[in-house]
């Protein structure tokens, strides 16, 4: 009869610990206040992630910010100090992204952000290199729309924003885009998130006698300035980024955002694409998902994020576990460098390839134009 000495008991727990130990992912999301539109569907999506990975369960601990800077920081130092988690994924929105770097930098903590701006992970420095993304950045969509209006005839463009991160992100970028395709930008407005009127932006804007409007919001607060140009009588084309991507905005924005234009990731349109559209199958298989428990026409693209960064973390979870063990820094470490190796991952908005120097990994096979037709989303090809 074999002897089981109690130092061979010790390395036979300790190797059990490291094949069964939880893995333990913090979220924070915008799940109520200006951003809840893009936040619900995103807290839906995490419910839909596996909760095994590779042999090890996965636990998820969600909290709401509130689409507040001050909450996402604090959500994430929770997250981090008393559920111990390994990952982070979060938040919803730029600022609250923007806000939570230094916290998962300082604890050495990755992060998968579901906002768009290219701020969360450009320029790549020490805190950044934690910092991940799944929404196409701000240049990839701005060169979309300039394209799409120079090939309209469009000569000049007013722009109104939010007034925080997002919305001067957006105008930087869209400014560079512009100029390329020689556009002339001939007013530029900016509004909070909680603003309820907007008329003197608006009034600013119809003065300046644009061929068309760029409205850089999301969520249903976008929809804020498109009403107000339509009730003040403005008729050129508007145009809106992918930030309004949900239903909760087409029930909002109602008659006054018909015909809008604006680029969106291809699973917002995944039954219209070609068939020989390499997204259509990794789309489709979250619409599909996500349709069973929410029902027909519910996807978002903001869920999708979400959708993409469980994607992108169970496909660096196996690789991390070869390195260390759940709950530690080195399992910590290992996962991030993991994550900067994923290449070709096929998600629902893209195909993800990621560097050391870029932390989106997205080309142009991930944004799609699209228009407010009949109340709902029609792919211009």
Same mark, same amino acid.
């Given at each position: 009869m074999k002897i089981i000495t109690p130092l061979a008991l010790v390395a036979a727990l300790l190797a059990s610990t490291v094949t069964h130990a939880d893995i333990n992912v913090g979220v924070t999301v915008s799940a109520t206040g200006p951003a809840a539109s893009l936040g619900i569907p995103e807290k839906n999506t995490i419910a839909l992630m596996p909760k095994m990975i590779a042999g090890q369960k996965i636990n998820y601990i969600v909290l709401d910010d509130a689409s507040d800077t001050t909450g996402a920081v604090s959500n994430a130092r929770k997250l981090i100090t008393e559920s111990k988690v390994d990952i982070i994924l979060g938040s919803t929105t730029t600022p609250n992204s923007l806000a939570m770097i230094d916290v998962v930098a300082e604890a050495q903590t990755p992060m998968i952000s579901m906002a768009a701006s290219a701020r969360i992970v450009e320029p790549q420095d020490a805190k950044k290199r934690w910092v991940f993304k799944t929404p196409q950045n701000d240049i990839m969509m701005s060169l979309a729309i300039a394209e799409h209006m120079a090939n309209h005839g469009i000569k000049t463009v007013a722009f109104i924003g939010f007034a925080d991160a997002y919305?001067?992100?957006? %105008?930087?970028? %869209?400014? @560079? *885009? *512009?100029?390329? @395709? @020689?556009?002339?930008? #001939?007013g530029s407005e900016r509004y909070a998130r909680t603003d309820t009127s907007v008329t003197g932006q608006v009034l600013k804007t119809i003065s300046a006698k644009p061929d068309a409007v760029l409205i850089a919001g999301s969520g249903t607060p976008a929809a804020l300035p498109q009403k107000a140009l339509k009730e003040r009588g403005y008729t050129g084309k508007v145009y809106q980024t992918h930030g309004v991507a949900n239903a909760d905005f087409l029930r909002v924005g109602g008659k006054d955002v018909e015909g809008t234009f604006l680029p969106a990731g291809p699973v917002l349109v995944v039954d219209q694409l070609p068939a020989g559209n390499p997204l259509k199958k990794s789309a489709a298989a979250y619409v599909t998902a996500y349709e069973a428990v929410h029902g027909k026409n519910s996807v978002s693209t903001f869920g999708a994020h979400a959708w993409d960064a469980g994607l992108l973390m169970a496909a660096a979870i196996p690789q991390a576990?070869?390195?260390?063990?759940?709950?530690? #820094?080195? %399992?910590?470490? *290992?996962?991030r460098d993991a994550l900067e190796q994923v290449k070709e991952l096929a998600g629902a908005h893209g195909i993800f390839t990621m560097s050391s120097t870029d932390h989106l990994g997205l080309d142009q096979r991930a944004r799609v134009m699209v228009k407010i037709e009949n109340g709902a989303w029609k792919y211009q090809p």
């Open positions: 919305g001067e992100g957006w %105008f930087q970028e %869209f400014s @560079k *885009a *512009a100029a390329l @395709k @020689k556009l002339k930008i #001939v576990l070869k390195k260390a063990r759940p709950g530690t #820094v080195e %399992f910590r470490i *290992a996962l």
